[in-house]
C-alpha cells in the first residue's frame, strides 16, 4: 500500500494516510487533511480543557459532558488522516484495541458517575485516563509516534 505515494516502507504502519481510495476521505489532499486532523484535535482538546471552567460553579455532570464530548472531537480528527470508514474499522485491531476499548469505557463512566454519583474525584480520574487513551489511540496513526512517546516517557523517568 502507498503511503503518501510512497512506496510502502518498512516500519511504517500501513493504515496512516492512505491515498489509494480518496473517497474514505472526503476528496481532501493531504494538506487539507493534515489541516482537518490538526484543528479537529486542538479544537476538541480545547473544548476540554474549556471544560473546567464548569467546575468553578461545581457543576461536575456540566465538565463531564464538555470533556468527554471535546475528546469524542479529537477521536473524530483521526477520520481526516484514514476517513471514517477504515478508522471503524481499524479502530479495534489489534494495535489499538486496548486503546479504544478503554477510551470509550471511560466517556461512558466518566458520564455515568458524573450524572449518578456526583463523584468529583472519580470523574477528573476517568477525564485523567480518557484522555492519556485518546492521545495513545491517536498516536498510533502517526508512523513511530507510540515508539516516540515511549522513548521520551522512558527518557523522563530514567534519571
Known amino acids: 500500500m502507498a503511503i503518501w505515494g510512497m512506496s510502502s516502507v518498512p516500519g511504517n504502519d500501513p493504515d496512516t494516510m492512505d491515498d489509494s481510495n480518496p473517497i474514505s476521505c472526503f476528496q481532501l489532499d493531504r494538506t487539507q487533511r493534515l489541516y482537518g486532523f490538526g484543528i479537529c484535535f486542538v479544537l476538541g482538546f480545547l473544548i476540554s480543557i474549556l471544560s473546567t471552567l464548569s467546575l468553578s460553579t461545581g457543576q461536575v455532570a456540566l465538565f463531564a459532558v464538555f470533556f468527554s464530548f471535546g475528546n469524542i472531537i479529537s477521536l473524530l ?3 481526516f488522516l484514514i476517513g471514517p470508514a477504515k478508522q471503524m474499522k ?3 485491531a489489534p494495535v489499538r484495541m486496548v486503546a479504544s476499548i478503554l477510551f470509550l469505557s471511560m466517556i461512558v463512566l466518566t458520564l455515568v458517575i458524573a450524572f449518578t454519583l456526583k463523584s468529583f474525584l472519580l470523574c477528573l ?6 484522555f492519556l487513551a485518546l492521545f495513545w489511540y491517536s498516536a498510533s496513526y502517526i508512523p513511530y509516534g507510540r515508539a516516540a512517546i515511549k522513548k521520551i516517557v522512558g527518557g523522563c523517568i530514567d534519571v
Open 90 to 92: 481499524t479502530m479495534f
Open 77 to 79: 480528527s483521526t477520520t
Open 125 to 130: 480520574i476517568f477525564c485523567i485516563i480518557q
